[in-house]
């Protein structure tokens, strides 16, 4: 993990946590890029640490579901019933902005 990223998460609060078996994805608002407005980092976690991490760039499109939709695919799983795009399902919300998908509910990223 870079420093850039270190900092983000040391000083902002996730906008959304998503808990998915022994991986954790964590979404931030980080600065804005240019003209392009406010862009989204996402950083997923497994057991043993971190894993990897995903910003978006530009403008004229969801950057929170292309964020969620790339930690995803990087984890190789995703939420029953979740499209690219789509968002995730209200049904997962625990409260605030936490999400927590059963195992029973997870599939394989396709």
Same mark, same amino acid.
Not at 66 to 88: D, V
């Given at each position: 993990m870079n420093a850039q990223i270190r900092k983000i998460m040391d000083n902002e609060t996730a906008f959304k946590v998503i808990e998915m078996g022994e991986d954790t994805i964590q979404m931030y608002h980080c600065s804005k890029g240019g003209m392009y407005g406010w862009q989204v980092l996402a950083v997923w976690f497994h057991k043993h640490g971190y894993k990897g991490h995903y910003k978006t760039g530009g403008c004229g499109y969801s950057k929170e579901n +292309? +964020? /969620?939709? /790339? +930690?995803?695919? +990087?984890?190789? #799983?995703?939420? #029953? &019933?979740?499209? /690219? &795009?789509? &968002?995730?399902d209200y049904e997962y919300r625990v409260g605030g902005n936490f999400y927590k998908v059963p195992s029973k509910m997870i599939r394989k990223y396709k």
């Open positions: +292309a +964020a /969620e939709n /790339e +930690a995803f695919r +990087a984890t190789g #799983k995703m939420p #029953k &019933g979740y499209s /690219e &795009g789509s &968002g995730l």
